[in-house]
C-alpha cells in the first residue's frame, strides 16, 4: 500500500468530505492490513468489536487506547524488517510505549512531516538552533527515545545545526551568541521541546539575564510537556509573550503529535488552530460513552502506520473540534485544540525532560 503523491505534497488542500472519503477507504485497508500480520492485534479486534470491522465512517474505524502500546509489542512486519524502535518518555518505572517502524513506515513518516512542516515554515532550510543537547542523538542507535527522534526528524528542515543546551542543560551562552552572529540578518529555524525551551532556555535567560534579538523572521517550532507548564499556570499565551520578549521571536508555532504517530504531527496555524493533514485527522468522543463529540477525549487516525498497528489511537487528551474547512489561515481540513491531559491519566508526553 501507498499513499497517493498528492496527499502527501499539499496536505491541506482538500476540503473534509473530500479527504474523510480517502481516509475511510485507506484505514480500513489498514485495519485488515494489520489483523493479517500482527496476532496480537487480530486477537483484540476479535475479543472487542467481533468478526466484522469493516467501517462506514471514520468514528466506527476500530482504535487501540494509546496504554496498548506500553503492555504488548504490536508489530506488523517480522523482526528482521524492523530498522528501528521508538520509545515514549517516561519517569522513573513507568512503561513506556515501543513502536516498531521498518523502512516503508519510516520513509512515510519523513515525507509525511516534512510536507506538513515546509506548509507553514517555508521550503527555505535555514540555519537551525536546536535547544538541546547534542548528546541526545548521538551513537547511531536503532533505538531511540521520543525526543531524540523529535530532533533528528526536524533537523532536516534546518542547516548549519548548532545545538544550544550543553551535556548538562545548561545553555552555551558565547557559543549561541557567535551562532547568531555569524547568521545575523538571515531568518533562524528554532526547534525543542516545549518542556525544556521553559526551563532550560527561557527559565535560564531571565536568570542569567541573556537576551537576543533573533529578528521578526525567525521561527520556534515547539511540542511536548504542556502538562508541566500547566501545572506552573504557564499557557501558550504567556510561553509566547515571554519568547518574544527575551529574544525577539514573533514566529511560534506549536505542535501535537506523540510517538505513536510520528510523522502525523498536528501543527498551530497563525490563528493558533491545530490543523489535520489530509492523510490523518482526530475526532472527539465523549468520556463516558465514547460515541463522537464535539469536545472530550482525542482520538488520531493516520494512514502512516504500515509496521504497527498504530492507525487509530485514543489518546489520553481532551480536546475540542473547532470547525472544518473555515479556518482564517485558509487551510482545509479539520482544526482543533488541545485542553491538556484528561484527568488521572498518567503523565507522559514527548519531551522527555532531561537525557539519561
Known amino acids: ?57 471514520l468514528a466506527h474505524v476500530p482504535y487501540l487506547p494509546v496504554r496498548m502500546f506500553k503492555h504488548f509489542e504490536l508489530r506488523s512486519v517480522p523482526d528482521e524488517a524492523v530498522v528501528r524502535c521508538l520509545t515514549s518518555s517516561g519517569t522513573t518505572g513507568q512503561q513506556v510505549s515501543r513502536i516498531f517502524l521498518d523502512a516503508q513506515t519510516s520513509g512515510l513518516q519523513v515525507r509525511a512531516l516534512a510536507a506538513i512542516v515546509q506548509d507553514f515554515i517555508g521550503k527555505q532550510r535555514l540555519p537551525m538552533l536546536i535547544v538541546d543537547q547534542h548528546e541526545i542523538v548521538r551513537g547511531g542507535r536503532a533505538d531511540f527515545s521520543a525526543r531524540a527522534a523529535g530532533v ?14 550543553d551535556e548538562h542543560m545548561q545553555p552555551r551562552w558565547n557559543e549561541i551568541a557567535q551562532f547568531l552572529d555569524t547568521h545575523r540578518g538571515t531568518p533562524i529555524l528554532l526547534f525543542g521541546f516545549t518542556w525544556v525551551i521553559w526551563q532550560y532556555f527561557l527559565q535560564a535567560a531571565i536568570r542569567d539575564d541573556r537576551r537576543f534579538d533573533l529578528g521578526e523572521s525567525s521561527i520556534l517550532v515547539h511540542g511536548g510537556g504542556w502538562k508541566k507548564l500547566a501545572d506552573q499556570s504557564v499557557d501558550n499565551p504567556t510561553f509566547k509573550a515571554m519568547l518574544a520578549e527575551q529574544f525577539g521571536i514573533r514566529r511560534v508555532s506549536n505542535y501535537y503529535g506523540m510517538v505513536e504517530q510520528v510523522g502525523s504531527v498536528f501543527m498551530e496555524c497563525e490563528t493558533g488552530h491545530f490543523h489535520a493533514p489530509a492523510f490523518a485527522d482526530v475526532l472527539m468522543r465523549d468520556f463516558t460513552t465514547l460515541q463522537p463529540s464535539e469536545s472530550g477525549a482525542v482520538e488520531v487516525v493516520s494512514l502512516l502506520p504500515r509496521s504497527y ?48
Open 1 to 57: 500500500m501507498d499513499l497517493p503523491p498528492a496527499q502527501l505534497s499539499s496536505p491541506f488542500v482538500a476540503p473534509q468530505a473530500e479527504r474523510e472519503a480517502s481516509l475511510l477507504t485507506g484505514l480500513n485497508l489498514l485495519t485488515a492490513w494489520h489483523a493479517a500480520r500482527c496476532p496480537g492485534y487480530a486477537a483484540l479486534l476479535a475479543g472487542v468489536y467481533g468478526a466484522n470491522v469493516r467501517a462506514e465512517s
Open 152 to 165: 533528528l526528524g526536524f533537523s532536516n528542515f534546518g542547516r548549519h545545526h548548532f545545538y544550544a543546551l
Open 309 to 356: 498497528p498504530g492507525h487509530a489511537i485514543l489518546t489520553e487528551d481532551m480536546g475540542t473540534v473547532l470547525g472544518t474547512d473555515d479556518c482564517p489561515c485558509g487551510r482545509k481540513g479539520k482544526y482543533f485544540q488541545i485542553h491538556g491531559r484528561i484527568p488521572k491519566a498518567e503523565i507522559r508526553g514527548c519531551s522527555d525532560v532531561r537525557a539519561t
